[in-house]
């Protein structure tokens, strides 16, 4: 897989060495100044998989991050944000380094997650295949003396059988249809009251001019041709900001999205439901509390296609509704000039 939208750079300090586990977290970045802003791409090859962070015009190589066991020391997931991640890089002499990266969109760190999900899953299921001893092959030939029956039924060209058992003799006498009794050719009476001359074929036809269609053409058109676009479904809107409502308390989560938003439902559905190393806050409430959001009535808060807009936008609505569980590091990024907007 790779990703066209900006995939950004951060240099950390080195992790310490005391021994004590302690995950990064994207806020002590300086998520305003990347050092590098480029594309990623992931990489699978047999039992080999890698990431790439390479120029989006040139496909220069930045840096390369080769992993071995996911989740695992090679790529982690930052504790305070599902789109950042802290990279260790390699190089061709094995010295290697703590990166940290982060997407635009949240959509893309779940794409990079389930690729690297998929690609270990098929590689232990190929250790499994490797490892199952060899079993016998099945012997379906006959044993001697082992005979078989086998009915058939043989029917000529024209549909009928061969052979028709005893006491099955079909016939097909007396099965035609009647003819009808002599002398019945008469027709049914008309009805009583009623007269060739008062039906409709009869009806003397009265000369029209062009002037009965005056008031169909002065019709506007409008009213004539119905809308033959069809509009879109809610589920099938995209590039759209969204909120989802928790079924068990006042909270919301507000997001955005470039995909189609029953895609990005499915995958809020997906890490609420599973175990996954890129946890959202909407994941992330739904598991502490054993909460359930209503995926099924999602609301759109606003649809804009270019992307810098849509992502201030998030900010604002998340920024606006005390009740939202985005993580702090959502909004870092928006400026001091929104918040008249955001108070009025």
Known sequence: MHCDNKTKSFFMQPKSCTGIIKRSRAADWNLAEPTWIGRLRLISKNEECYIKLEDKATGELYAKCPIEIYPGPSIESVSDSSRYFVLRIQDDTGRSAFIGIGFGDRSDSFDLNVALQDHFKWKNKEKQITNEPNQPELDLKFKEGETIKINMKITKKDGTEATTPKGKLRTTAGL?????????????????????????AHVPKSNTSNDSWTEFTSAPTKHLFTNLKTPIKHDNQSNVVYKLDCKDCNKCYIGQTKQYLKKRIYNHQYTATHNVTAETALSKHS??????????????????NNYKKRLIYEMI??????????????IDNLSVIYNNLIHA
Not at 184 to 199: H, M, Q
Not at 322 to 328: G, S
């Open 317 to 330: 609505y998340i920024k606006k509704d005390e009740n939202a569980v985005n993580f702090r590091t959502d």
């Open 176 to 200: 035609g249809l009647l003819p009808p009794p002599p002398g019945s050719t008469n027709r049914l009476p008309a009805p009583p009251g009623s007269s060739p001359a008062s039906s409709p």
């Open 287 to 304: 598991k502490d509390r054993r909460h359930n959001f209503d995926f099924q009535n999602t609301k759109i808060l606003k649809k804009e």
